[in-house]
């Protein structure tokens, strides 16, 4: 494996961490009552976290590598238990106890909680799967079936949605182009594979993003809204940085969508290119850095080619 590769696996971890961070400062704050914005990860917010503190978003995204490593590969029922794990007993956050649950995680890990078995029926189209995917594509950048395979999955385990398996789809062959190399932005988003995708993903293959200003871009909780203004973020931002700072000062769900663009951006451009005052700040951050580290080295080899 190359040096760059490397960079760009750790760098989707790292990177969704980062985002988390900062865009916590602004979670749940309407645009219109942002004046200034953040410009430096510093904490506090809702949840008045210390500068470096992420929330669940991260806390997730852990939880899912770990079962990616304990179980050797995908296991939704193990996923479910350390996701478990840490809302009702706290593990892997940054806080001694599990925080920022949105309603629809709540109902599926309490469903499993009390059947031993993932959900079945339908449920709101949120982001909460889309947040922590790092992992997944991480672990499978060796094969792009088993990279949109798996993320698509994974989304199981908290969301039964249309709109969540495409959005998983999407951004998981985002992120597997990118581990193999692509840096041009505008091919990054003009081929996909040829799946039955929700009629919502429409603005996204018509790239409509890259048109649009921050008032044409909903940074809600919707699925779809957090995927496009993550992208629109990264489309528009020259480095790392700038892209999490767009991100994170568009609002409203302001962690998930720095988190989501930390994940593009951290692959794009790198651990190397995420600021080390960032990275120095970041809570549990080596930690981070070695699960991504042992992703990378457990990762399934392509046999197919």
């Not at 590598?65 to 996701?83: H, I, P, T």
């Not at 039955?196 to 909780?221: A, H, Y």
Request: aromatic content about 12%; hydrophobic content about 40%; glycine content about 8%.
């Amino acid at each position: 494996m190359t040096k760059e590769k490397q960079d760009s696996l750790q760098g989707c971890l790292i990177g969704l961490a980062c985002g988390d961070a900062v865009g916590t400062t602004l979670e749940f704050c309407p645009r219109h009552r942002i004046k200034r914005g953040v410009q430096d990860m510093v904490g506090g917010g809702k949840f008045r976290l210390a500068a470096g503190k992420w929330t669940d978003d991260t806390s997730m995204a852990l939880c899912l590598a770990e079962s990616l490593l304990v179980s050797k590969g995908f296991n939704l029922n193990n996923q479910l238990e350390y996701y478990c794990r840490w809302a009702f007993e706290g593990y892997n956050s940054s806080l001694s106890y599990g925080f920022g649950l949105g309603q629809t995680t709540v109902y599926s890990l309490c469903h499993f909680r009390r059947t031993g078995q993932a959900i079945t029926t339908p449920t709101k189209d949120g982001n909460g799967a889309l947040m922590r995917l790092a992992p997944i594509a991480v672990f499978y950048h060796n094969n792009l079936t088993q990279c949109i395979h798996y993320a698509e999955q994974s989304v199981k385990a908290t969301h039964l949605s249309a709109d969540c398996f495409s959005a998983n789809r999407y951004f998981a062959e985002v992120l597997y182009n990118i581990f193999q190399g692509e840096r041009d932005k505008d091919l990054l988003f003009a081929h996909f594979q040829p799946y039955t995708w929700s009629k919502p993903m429409g603005r996204l293959f018509n790239v409509e993003f890259k048109n649009k200003n921050s008032d044409q871009i909903s940074s809600s909780g919707y699925v779809i809204d957090t995927l496009e203004a993550a992208i629109w973020a990264f489309y528009h931002s020259d480095n790392f940085e700038q892209t999490i700072l767009k991100a994170a000062n568009l609002g409203e769900d302001a962690d998930t969508v720095a988190a989501v663009a930390g994940q593009i951006a951290g692959a794009f451009y790198g651990l190397s290119q995420i600021p080390k005052k960032w990275q120095q700040k970041l809570f549990q951050y080596e930690r981070i850095l070695t699960l991504a580290n042992q992703l990378i080295a457990n990762a399934p080899l392509d046999l197919a080619e």
